[in-house]
């Protein structure tokens, strides 16, 4: 078997989310260097504060002040901290209850080692230097033996309140097409189209994925089509993508490759995008180091009979 | 309330996992073991009724990932299928409701996950509170890492009690052909403390299909079927520090809810991927030592994600069908630290 292709593929997603007002109160609190809750009905404390108690689903909105210093409830020795994460050295992922509130608050420990990390230590905030309304406006916590701090006497109601975040998500993978598809793309790469023959329905499927899904049986044989083809159906795109060099109007269509059974898709060029139409016969065009079909143009054959590609309409 | 249609899983069929599969794709891999399933039962993918499955985007990096694997099921014609982009046996929840409404005689479920193109400790952290926790990235083991502390200061286990659920499971595996890890091994160093290697589950790539059938047409494709008694699903509060994680008021209303206490089981499949979670479910479902516990190897021997709950109800209902088990209950679950779980009850005739 030919070696299987594989790329580094990278999803990045700057999400935008919008807060409503507990956790609005909640985030900006945290920018002005004060902790809130949320109350709920029968008297608990809730940090950090949700919009409905998890009990009851009441809706639930009255905000307290907690103070900056807490207990730790569980902790975890994270001795190699992996991308993103708070703290570049080795640290403690902590649940901490903070003083007057009721429940915990994931975040990290500052601590020199497992040894001066244990269940029921008594912890404090330490602030980012730059806050901006989110949760990692709190560095982490460290180490505190000394009394409650005071509260602020906070009642919750800020000016220029923070009404979003902007989350960013980083994933890496390295994207492998798998069998079919590396087969497909290493044709390619010969500027040869290939695609896979179904063993059952007989059907040649292009690009090719592996399957029938007719059938729902694996294909194997590989089928040399092409390189000419027929257009079976087109739209005119007048609207110009970012970052794509191609003026508009033109055409883009589902092209039957001679010997397939399935109809791929590719830009028409050479021919003016209001004289192409169903049956024009095509060829692509390769460009240097494409990879892939640059567009397909006219080859002057008489266009196509209905009857040769009605089915892969 | 009894279920309205006796339903039953009368056919399993899983990959044999593994760390890498990168020289298939998700179809590719799917395809034999929707093969192998469907010959199970002699039935052909346009008997089936209705078609579920379980699998995430992000694993693959990709979305509507499910639509490619949807070609391994003969998709055209049209065919009666839905998606979860959760675990199989969330699939299989929804698959046995349509066959209970009476729509479909047959469902095929199928669940796969590929974790070897990503870093599944961090995909796995996109799926938490995004204002408060998914900033700070914790990863899947750190959270498991923190029940498993809690475990220990509660008295509920320590370090070499966990190591025993990892060389018991790991042993029980090394008569599973599909396990990814099987046999003696070691606990290794701490990934997060204190969890070590061994208390952690192998990465991997696999695949997972069961058939359910409803009432006599159960019994034309299975010997002995593995009829559903109950199956129930519940949720814990999503923020994990308003939750007690020494236990799992979800897994036992479930299986309240499934019947799973109205007699003793001989055999439980639990979807614990960290051995801390095995002692959680443990007590939760009241399980003593008398009864079988992940005889396969469970989900420390092999987790493909997104099909390793459903792995447990085919193994289950595996036992059932091979006549090693009576009643046995299987469990799956999702999200950090057991946030959510699923329990089915399965008998077979009785003897």
Redesign the interface.
Known sequence: ?PE?L?AP?V?EFP?T?S?GPV?SAF?TGLRERVVLGVRTSDGRT???P?EYD??TAEEIHDLVEVAPTGTV???????EP?????LGTPFA?V?V?LDGAD??????LDAPG?DAVR?GMRVRIRWAKERSG???DIACFEPYEGTAEQLTGHDGRFEDMVTG?V?P?R???????????SGYINALSGRRNVGERCPSCRKVYVPP??????????TAEQVEVGPRGTVTTYCIVNIKARNLDIEVPYVYAHIALDGADLALHGRIGGIPYDEVRMGLRVEPVWTDGGGYPDHYRPTGEPDADYETYKELV | MPPIRDIAVVAFAQTDHRRTSDELSEVEMLIPVLHDVLDRTGLKTSDIGFTCSGSTDYLAGRAFSFTMALDGVGAWPPISESHVEMDGAWALYEAWTKLLTGDADTALVYAYGKSSPGSVRDVLSRQLDPYYVAPLWPDSVALAALQAQALIDAGDTDEPALAGVAARSRSSAATNSHAQVRGSRAQGEYLVRPLRTGDCPPIGDGAAAVILAAGERARELCERPAWIRGIDHRIEAHSLGVRDLTDSPSTRLAAERAGAFERPVDTAELHAPFTSQEVVLRKALRLDDGVDVNPSGGALAANPVMAAGLIRIGEAAARIHRGESDRALAHATSGPCLQQNLVAVLEGDAR
């Open positions: 078997m299987v594989k593929l999803v999400f989310r807060l956790q985030l809730l940090v950090p949700v998890p009990v409830t569980t902790w975890a020795w994270n001795h992996r991308r993103g994460q708070p992922w649940l209850r429940t915990a608050l994931l975040h990290a497992p269940t989110g949760i990692t975040i989350a998500a994933l890496d993978y390295v994207y492998s097409p798998g069998r079919a598809q994925r592996g399957a029938c899904p007719t059938c729902g049986v694996a």
